[in-house]
């Protein structure tokens, strides 16, 4: 069975600081992972996604994510916050070995930028 | 850009009534995904469909909902009657292909339901 925790309901960080956003996840199998943003009023957009090849992940507007199997974890990063990434962030995991393979979001981290 | 379509944006509707919910994926895209996301939670997958056909279904209320996609297309998903917990965010998204080779999935800007 697959699961995902967000350890962060909310985390504020001020501007230009970096940004830590935890995630730790559950398969049987070796998983793919991704990360969704989702700003107010807008669609879920996907940030980066692992599938097995390199374990440091690099995203859309500066974020990585790192694969760390020993710890069953996939922490979401950024060098220095931008007033634009407060928005909701959601971590997922899939095992794609098969077409009905269950897809499961994280509870979502909300993520307040202090000017 | 190309977008996958929803509608309506907004829905209020009274408990017991009946409402539809439609979804035009990307084109060429063959997967399509219905969730619903309540405040303050994960979007949940309701059901799957590969082409027309359901490939996963097993947290969808049967009782209540259902979900066609007769031409492999556009897709709709329907709740009668309605109950307040459905109150919620419905969210539409499709990808390529599902299965080994990971496709992106696109979402669409959802429809929130106001159950009263």
């Known amino acids: 069975a697959q699961s995902v925790t967000q350890l962060d309901s909310h985390v504020s960080v001020s501007e230009g600081t970096p940004v830590l956003l935890r995630c730790n996840y559950s398969?049987?199998?070796?998983?793919?992972l991704f990360w969704y943003v989702q700003h107010p009023n807008k669609g879920l957009q996907l940030l980066l996604k692992?599938?097995?090849?390199?374990?440091l992940v690099k995203g859309i507007n500066g974020f990585e994510a790192e694969f760390k199997k020993s710890e069953t974890s996939f922490h979401l990063t950024k060098p220095s916050a931008h007033m634009s990434d407060a928005a909701e962030y959601f971590c997922?995991?899939?095992?794609?070995?098969?077409?009905?393979?269950?897809?499961?979001f994280g509870s979502g981290t909300r993520l307040s930028i202090r000017p | 850009e190309a977008e996958v379509a929803q509608s309506p944006r907004y829905k209020i509707t009274e408990k017991s009534q009946a409402v539809a919910f439609w979804c035009d994926p990307i084109?060429?895209?063959?997967?399509l995904y219905w969730y619903r996301q309540i405040l303050g939670q994960g979007p949940e997958l309701l059901v799957q469909?590969?082409?027309?056909?359901?490939?996963?279904d097993s947290q969808l209320p049967k009782d209540r909902f259902s979900a066609e996609r007769l031409k492999g297309v556009d897709s709709t998903l329907k709740i009668q009657p309605a109950e307040l917990g459905d109150s919620a965010m419905y969210l539409c998204?499709?990808?390529?292909?599902?299965?080994?080779?990971?496709?992106?999935?696109?979402f669409g800007p959802g429809t929130r339901l106001t159950v009263l």
């Open positions: 998204a499709s990808s390529l292909i599902s299965g080994a080779s990971y496709n992106e999935q696109f």
């Open positions: 398969s049987s199998y070796s998983p793919s």
């Open positions: 692992y599938t097995s090849a390199a374990t």
């Open positions: 997922v995991v899939s095992d794609l070995r098969s077409s009905a393979s269950k897809i499961i």
């Open positions: 084109s060429g895209h063959a997967t």
């Open positions: 469909f590969q082409d027309e056909s359901v490939v996963d």
